[in-house]
């Protein structure tokens, strides 16, 4: 006898695109990293973006718009600098697209990070940590002579394009704003090109103008000492191993206008949280996350008052096997695990 097969129950293709799942990420509750009663410290969790962290909201955005514009053709290339993440989800998006990625990048970019963008298909130039802001190694500006050398070629641009905080203020801060209930009393997320911060600040400050924005800085980046002197000491400029954070330059980006204050944190600071929350909470992500999570705790530790403080998890831990979750690769670096 022929099965009969409810209606209900006949397979249906839904047609989308990878790309239609970038965004609205889970709020969770991080209450075992966190068991204060008198604070929520609620995380975002950006690896469940489908290149694995917060970059594919702003560069789907910004294509997006370039492609509007006609500054973005088919066929077309995009050179970009980037940490990593950003590249990642560029290359991503070029091999769904069909155009030429070009990306630089610091040589203290793990090995998972620039095996990724290859998978994709992307061309990778690896270029020295320490070069020098401004000299034709850096990173950034190797970036630009490419972008100079190809006619008709696009930069995401993502340290200097407003676009980057417009993508976080009209996606990122809408969810976290409607996920907590409007119950936002701080907001912790460190800053490389800024626009988390700026955007994510910028639209829960015009919800709430209570809401504080806390941003943690590595030592060697010079947020810290801008934000709290106006002024770039040179001499305080240095390397560190957190990915994706800090800097060695302003980002026109970035909004200090959004930020109430600054953290300074080290490598063994954030490697320390983003273990802890893989041991804790089930969560694997990478140094950014813990640097956020370490702005988080000097926040609890002061607080006398009920919080809810929101910050973000950028980016998967398995992008940093190699780095902060392997014991040996810790012990050499001489960070206590």
């Not at 718009?65 to 990642?88: F, K, Y």
């Not at 290359?91 to 990306?103: D, P, T």
């Amino acid at each position: 006898m022929e099965a009969i097969q409810s209606e209900a129950l006949q397979p249906r293709t839904v047609r989308t695109s990878i790309l239609d799942h970038i965004g609205e990420t889970p709020l969770v509750w991080l209450d075992r990293l966190f068991p204060q009663p008198h604070v929520e410290v609620l995380a975002k969790v950006e690896s469940f973006n489908p290149s694995g962290s917060i970059k594919d909201r702003i560069v789907r955005y910004i294509i997006e718009e370039a492609e509007r514009s006609g500054q973005l053709r088919p066929g077309g290339v995009i050179v970009e600098n980037t940490s990593g993440n950003t590249g990642a989800a560029i290359a991503m998006i070029a091999a769904i697209k069909g155009y030429r990625a070009i990306l630089t990048m610091p040589d203290k970019v793990s090995a998972e990070k620039q095996d990724a963008l290859r998978a994709f298909g992307a061309e990778v130039v690896v270029c020295p940590t320490a070069a020098a802001p401004g000299s034709p190694e850096h990173y950034v500006q190797r970036a630009r002579a490419i972008a100079a050398s190809l006619p008709g070629s696009f930069m995401i641009n993502q340290y200097d394009n407003p676009k980057n905080a417009e993508a976080h203020y009209r996606t990122t801060a809408r969810e976290i704003w409607h996920q907590t209930g409007k119950r936002v009393d701080y907001f912790v997320a460190s800053g490389s090109t800024g626009g988390t911060v700026s955007g994510v600040g910028r639209y829960l400050k015009e919800m709430n103008p209570n809401v504080q924005v806390v941003m943690p800085d590595p030592k060697g980046s010079i947020y810290h000492s801008w934000f709290n002197r106006g002024q770039v000491d040179h001499s305080e400029i240095g390397t560190y191993q957190v990915e994706g954070v800090g800097e060695d330059h302003l980002a026109e980006c970035m909004d200090f206008g959004v930020v109430d204050e600054t953290l300074q944190f080290s490598d063994v600071d954030a490697f320390g949280m983003s273990r802890r929350l893989a041991r804790t909470e089930g969560i694997l992500a990478g140094g950014s996350a813990g640097a956020n999570l370490w702005g988080c705790q000097q926040i609890v530790e002061r607080l006398t008052r009920p919080a809810v403080i929101v910050t973000v998890l950028p980016d998967s831990g398995l992008k940093y096997l190699s780095k902060c979750f392997s014991d040996r690769w810790m012990a050499e670096q001489g960070h206590a695990i």
